[in-house]
């Protein structure tokens, strides 16, 4: 309500600042769209148009060859696939462990500032890149999905967020079911976690974002093609090309192995789920924010 | 004993929902602190832990010798410099000016694209960043040689390199800290700005005196955080956007660990070295903290 706090009052006379502003935030935007316009437009456009410089933010000698290309190969869709259901199933499984661990911890529970030691030393210190890497070699878990999703089951900064979230519910309710006779399990389904909702949804959806960005995990633990995640795939797809893009300057055999708009096409691949959801997400991630004042 | 037993009948379920978390927590985070053992080990992947000789602190005095170390330190040190110099200050003159925005519907757009390039990942962004800063095809150097402008080596030259790589953090991270700010302003006291408007200062005038004192509390304890965190680098940034020929930049710490440990199995140095970074960005972080409660009397651990 008060955000506008400078701009109510001259909302009637408009400044030249006021438009010089308005002109600034303008350009920012489309400085932040830019980009994205420009990698769309590449893969629906022709190599030719391309190489020669012609397209810009609106494709030229539009076709969909290259997105033709990218389905044949199977192989990116396959691994657009597996992502999904990774990060779906992530998800859940994160979810229910993190609600399983902050509702003990939102009550007055013996031994509770044990565990809470526990979980917050974990925040500021840890084993490392390599200590993780050979734990899960020795747990055989290297080129397994399991890899992707065990070691990240439980983020703690999100575990702070629910506890102090199940915490500032109004006491009163769950208060009135123990007495009535409900047991903790019965008072957290039907009481605790219907409240809740609004910090599930928007925790549900740090934890699908990160999973569906991860990369150095899949890097370090998944070997076998197969298994990639969309990350790595796309990775792949792009250093695959480096060879001839920007480290060999020598212009004439430049592209000759992926053309620019196939990694455009794959780019986008990777990109248009983010940007489907993204719009009417966006508010979650901002009352997550604020949940928890998260930094980043 | 009685009352104990009491206790547990009523809350068992509640312990029982602890259990698998615990297990979690024991395995996966503390499970890999048993693995630093071997910084102070020859360490031999069949004989593992156990059976590796000790050679106390041998590993480090390597890690110490090795010229590559100190080169992924002082990018560390350097990156994270030129970010704070740069990547810190534009959300703060970017919530000012969306601040000042007096069309909500207009302000509510704005901050929905500005926040777009923080969900992406840093793969996507090095993708896209590899194509529009190609020297050849690029459409930043087509735009530049329509200027009459010759060709920037933006991904192959490494001073280049790093004006690349900064505005891509910029691009990437600076409306998503907005966020912070603009709640900051919110808390601002609205009997200032009327005042201040009654004293005859104008937007700008407001915006410099009312509006940036009011945030500089979280302006200073995230400046105080982000220099605390001055040793510690991501890995994706850095590894994605870089390549051989700005190695001499790009390599940090984390991409340095990563290629020593994994790549080249010297798992021992390479875990030496990611201690050392540990150590040293827990002491930083302690520090931070506590000049930051100093200052503003309210700390952030």
């Known amino acids: ?296 | 004993m009685k009352s104990l037993r009491l206790y547990l009948y009523r809350n068992w379920q509640l312990y029982a929902l602890l259990i698998l978390p615990l297990a979690f927590f024991l395995v996966f985070k503390y499970g890999p602190m048993y693995g630093i053992l071997i910084a102070f080990q020859d360490y031999n992947l069949f004989k593992g832990v156990t059976g590796s000789e000790w050679v106390g602190l041998d590993v480090f005095r390597e890690v110490f010798g090795m010229s590559g170390f100190y080169e992924a330190l002082r990018n560390t040190f350097m990156l994270n410099l030129l970010d704070l110099l740069v990547s810190f200050p534009a959300p703060i003159v970017l919530a000012l000016m969306l601040n000042e925005l007096a069309g909500r519907r207009f302000k509510k757009f704005a901050q929905t694209v500005l926040y777009l390039p923080h969900f992406l990942s840093w793969v996507i962004i090095g993708g896209i960043m590899f194509q529009v800063f190609a020297t050849k095809t690029g459409i930043v150097n087509l735009l530049l040689g329509r200027f009459g402008i010759d060709p920037v080596p933006f991904l192959t030259d490494k001073y280049a390199w790093l004006v690349t790589y900064l505005a891509v953090g910029v691009w990437q991270s600076a409306g998503w800290g907005t966020i912070i700010y603009l709640a900051a302003i919110t808390g601002v006291n609205s009997e200032l700005y009327e005042a201040a408007s009654v004293d005859g200062a104008g937007r700008l005038r407001r915006m410099w005196s009312v509006t940036l004192p009011g945030i500089r509390p979280t302006i200073v304890m995230l400046l105080i955080l982000k220099i605390g965190e001055i040793v510690q680098i991501g890995f994706d940034r850095p590894y994605v956007l870089g390549n051989v020929s700005v190695r001499d930049f790009s390599e940090v710490i984390s991409t340095f660990v990563y290629k020593t440990g994994i790549q080249t199995a010297q798992y021992s140095i390479a875990t030496a070295v990611g201690l050392f970074q540990a150590v040293v960005g827990i002491v930083l972080l302690l520090l931070a903290n506590a000049i930051a409660k100093k200052i503003t009397d309210n700390g952030v651990l």
């Open chain 1, 1 to 296: 309500m008060m955000a506008d706090n400078g701009g109510r009052m001259a909302a009637r006379r408009r400044t030249p600042f006021e438009y010089i502003n308005v002109i600034l935030i303008i350009v920012m935007v489309i400085l932040c769209l830019a980009p994205l316009l420009h990698i769309a437009s590449m893969s629906l456009s022709s190599n030719r148009a391309i190489l020669s410089g012609e397209v810009s933010v609106l494709p030229r000698g539009i076709n969909l060859e290259a997105y033709r290309k990218v389905f044949q190969d199977n192989s990116m869709l396959k691994s657009l696939g597996l992502t999904v259901l990774l990060t779906a199933g992530y998800t859940f499984l994160a979810m229910l462990m993190t609600i399983a661990a902050a509702y003990p911890l939102s009550k007055r529970l013996k031994g509770r500032s044990v565990f809470m030691f526990l979980i917050l030393f974990t925040m500021f210190f840890s084993g490392g890149t390599i200590p993780d890497y050979l734990l899960i070699r020795g747990l055989h878990l290297t080129n397994h999905i399991g890899s992707l999703i065990l070691p990240a089951l439980i983020n703690p900064f999100f575990l702070l967020i629910l506890i102090s979230f199940i915490r500032s519910l109004p006491p009163g309710l769950s208060e009135a079911a123990e007495i009535d006779g409900c047991s903790p399990m019965r008072t957290l389904t039907r009481i605790v976690l219907p409240l809740s909702m609004p910090a599930i949804a928007t925790l549900s959806l740090f934890y699908a974002v990160g999973r569906w960005n991860g990369f150095m995990d899949a890097l370090m633990y998944i070997t076998n093609p197969k298994l990639y995640p969309i990350q790595l795939k796309l990775y792949q797809v792009i250093v695959n090309s480096m060879t001839n893009d920007p480290l060999s300057m020598q212009g004439d055999q430049l592209v000759s192995i992926m053309p620019e708009s196939i990694k455009a096409a794959s780019i986008m691949f990777a990109t248009v789920p983010i940007l489907i959801v993204y719009p009417w997400l966006q508010k979650y991630f901002i009352s997550g924010v604020m949940l928890g004042s998260i930094k980043e």
